[in-house]
């Protein structure tokens, strides 16, 4: 071993290697910008709406589906206006698009400000993806939860707690009760002293603290704090009629600093006195979201194989996939898409036949890429580094089609987009213009 060379550079040969940082032309014989190809050929969560936009699904019939899936989720319903409900199931194997195609909707669906059609582009969007469904109901509404954020679940709690004391007289009568006539107010130079000054209904700290900067005993101080909450816990028990919600409800509004164990509890599906509550909570959710000023709300629900694939037990699979029916029965407002490997939709259908009629309204069935597929998948791929489209050199028509029908990839795409990545570094290595047949198998090792 050189004594003036580490092992690490031995192995990777750096001085001879065309990985070095410093070479900004490492594709560029290539034709290419860089390499559009995902390594790993599984979509990438962290790309732009606006780059995954423009990976269209390569079938006709996989884009009109998903047309039809959109068009019926964003017409009014003229009959119920709050009936916004559709469902659609994506069933493919592993490694055929499923979250790809997942990922497009929701890129399409951020994109609809940019549509010429003013029904559409006024409208906006709230679209969750949620790549693990957990093993019950409440584990994927805490999915829904965590994407919705705690601060903006605390805005809208309290935005609804203090129009809603104020105006009931007698909550305000209770309060004003604790701000005597002549005691000191220690407020900062641009505070109100009035709690009730739009300054000081903020949030939930600012109001607390301008209350308790007027009051000047300790014993008073935990009387107004046993009263305050008295008062909020019985305007969210009238707002959702319901004690449970409202002692967690009291909790994520009043904890404004460190962890807070009742939004964990929420997002992690692990408050037990929150079962048979779900229904309940999602439709704080759709409040929360119109709130937020949006006009429909979207979940998009990857790998639901994971509850019906030996995940869970029968008895808790056929409970999860009730309470599931029971959820889209009672709650209207929404729009799903799941996607799933076939054997979990067959396994869906045998345990609960209502609810796979329930989700699956538009069905997605992902197939093998022909050849043509395939060079449709690359040329979508390669436009992100050239500008170019219908185009997919460097490979060479042959090559593609040599590519698509090796045994290891055999119209997978996840295999092919895998197989093209390392093509393309070990062409840029190689210093070579063109990928064709040859250079396939000499240089692709599975």
């Given at each position: 071993?050189?004594?003036?060379?580490?092992?690490?550079?031995?192995?990777?040969?750096?001085?001879?290697?065309?990985?070095?940082?410093?070479?900004?032309?490492?594709?560029?014989?290539?034709?290419?910008?860089?390499?559009?190809?995902?390594?790993?050929?599984?979509?990438?969560?962290?790309?732009?709406?606006?780059?995954?936009?423009?990976?269209?699904?390569?079938?006709?019939?996989?884009?009109?589906?998903?047309?039809?899936?959109?068009?019926?989720?964003?017409?009014?319903?003229?009959?119920?206006?709050?009936?916004?409900?559709?469902?659609?199931?994506?069933?493919?194997?592993?490694?055929?698009?499923?979250?790809?195609?997942?990922?497009?909707?929701?890129?399409l669906?951020?994109?609809?400000h940019?549509?010429?059609?003013?029904?559409?582009?006024?409208?906006?969007?709230?679209?969750?993806?949620?790549?693990?469904?957990?093993?019950?109901?409440?584990?994927?509404?805490?999915?829904?939860?965590?994407?919705?954020?705690?601060?903006?679940?605390?805005?809208?709690?309290?935005?609804?707690?203090?129009?809603?004391?104020?105006?009931?007289?007698?909550?305000?009568?209770r309060?004003?009760?604790?701000?005597?006539?002549?005691?000191?107010?220690?407020?900062?130079?641009?505070?109100?002293?009035?709690?009730?000054?739009?300054?000081?209904?903020?949030?939930?700290?600012?109001?607390?603290?301008?209350?308790?900067?007027?009051?000047?005993?300790?014993?008073?101080?935990?009387?107004?704090?046993?009263?305050?909450?008295?008062?909020?816990?019985?305007?969210?028990?009238?707002?959702?009629?319901?004690?449970?919600?409202?002692?967690?409800?009291?909790?994520?509004?009043?904890?404004?600093?460190?962890?807070?164990?009742?939004?964990?509890?929420?997002?992690?599906?692990?408050?037990?006195?929150?079962?048979?509550?779900?229904?309940?909570?999602?439709?704080?959710?759709?409040?929360?979201?119109?709130?937020?000023?949006?006009?429909?709300?979207?979940?998009?629900?990857?790998?639901?194989?994971?509850?019906?694939?030996?995940?869970?037990?029968?008895p808790?699979?056929?409970?999860y996939?009730?309470?599931?029916?029971?959820?889209?029965?009672?709650?209207?407002?929404?729009?799903?898409l799941?996607?799933?490997?076939?054997?979990?939709?067959?396994?869906?259908?045998?345990?609960?036949?209502?609810?796979?009629?329930?989700?699956?309204?538009?069905?997605?069935?992902?197939?093998?890429?022909?050849?043509?597929?395939?060079?449709?998948?690359?040329?979508?791929?390669?436009?992100?580094?050239?500008?170019?489209?219908?185009?997919?050199?460097p490979?060479?028509?042959?090559?593609?089609?040599?590519?698509?029908s090796?045994?290891?990839?055999?119209?997978?795409?996840?295999?092919?987009?895998?197989?093209?990545?390392?093509?393309?570094?070990?062409?840029?290595?190689?210093?070579?213009?063109?990928?064709?047949?040859t250079?396939?198998?000499?240089?692709?090792?599975?």
């Amino acid at each position: 071993m050189s004594e003036n060379k580490h092992t690490i550079d031995i192995i990777l040969d750096l001085e001879k290697s065309t990985v070095s940082k410093n070479d900004s032309n490492k594709y560029q014989k290539l034709g290419l910008k860089f390499n559009p190809f995902p390594r790993s050929g599984v979509a990438n969560m962290a790309s732009s709406d606006i780059v995954t936009e423009k990976l269209i699904p390569v079938k006709r019939g996989t884009l009109d589906k998903i047309s039809a899936y959109i068009r019926g989720a964003l017409v009014p319903n003229e009959v119920v206006e709050n009936d916004k409900l559709a469902t659609g199931v994506i069933i493919g194997n592993y490694g055929m698009g499923k979250t790809q195609l997942l990922l497009f909707v929701k890129a399409l669906l951020s994109q609809l400000h940019t549509s010429q059609y003013s029904s559409v582009n006024s409208l906006k969007p709230y679209v969750i993806y949620i790549d693990n469904p957990g093993v019950s109901i409440s584990e994927l509404i805490g999915e829904i939860i965590r994407d919705i954020g705690e601060e903006n679940f605390r805005k809208f709690l309290w935005r609804n707690i203090i129009l809603r004391m104020e105006r009931d007289k007698s909550f305000v009568n209770r309060l004003k009760k604790f701000i005597r006539p002549g005691t000191l107010a220690m407020f900062e130079s641009n505070r109100n002293e009035d709690p009730f000054h739009e300054t000081n209904k903020v949030n939930y700290k600012l109001f607390i603290e301008s209350f308790l900067n007027r009051i000047p005993t300790l014993k008073e101080r935990r009387s107004f704090e046993i009263e305050i909450k008295q008062i909020i816990i019985a305007v969210l028990r009238n707002e959702f009629i319901d004690g449970v919600l409202a002692e967690y409800f009291y909790d994520i509004v009043s904890n404004d600093l460190g962890l807070n164990s009742t939004w964990e509890a929420f997002i992690s599906g692990s408050g037990k006195h929150l079962e048979g509550k779900e229904s309940d909570v999602i439709k704080i959710i759709f409040r929360i979201v119109r709130e937020q000023g949006f006009t429909n709300f979207f979940v998009l629900v990857d790998e639901f194989e994971d509850i019906s694939q030996g995940r869970l037990s029968k008895p808790k699979l056929d409970n999860y996939l009730y309470n599931l029916r029971i959820l889209l029965d009672e709650n209207r407002e929404w729009c799903l898409l799941f996607a799933m490997v076939p054997d979990a939709f067959r396994q869906i259908r045998k345990v609960s036949l209502p609810l796979a009629q329930r989700i699956s309204v538009i069905t997605i069935e992902l197939d093998k890429l022909t050849s043509d597929d395939a060079k449709f998948l690359l040329a979508n791929y390669l436009q992100l580094a050239t500008d170019i489209e219908n185009n997919i050199k460097p490979f060479t028509v042959q090559a593609v089609k040599y590519l698509n029908s090796i045994v290891e990839i055999d119209g997978t795409p996840r295999t092919l987009l895998q197989a093209c990545f390392s093509l393309i570094e070990e062409a840029a290595r190689k210093n070579v213009e063109e990928i064709d047949e040859t250079f396939v198998k000499e240089n692709l090792v599975f």
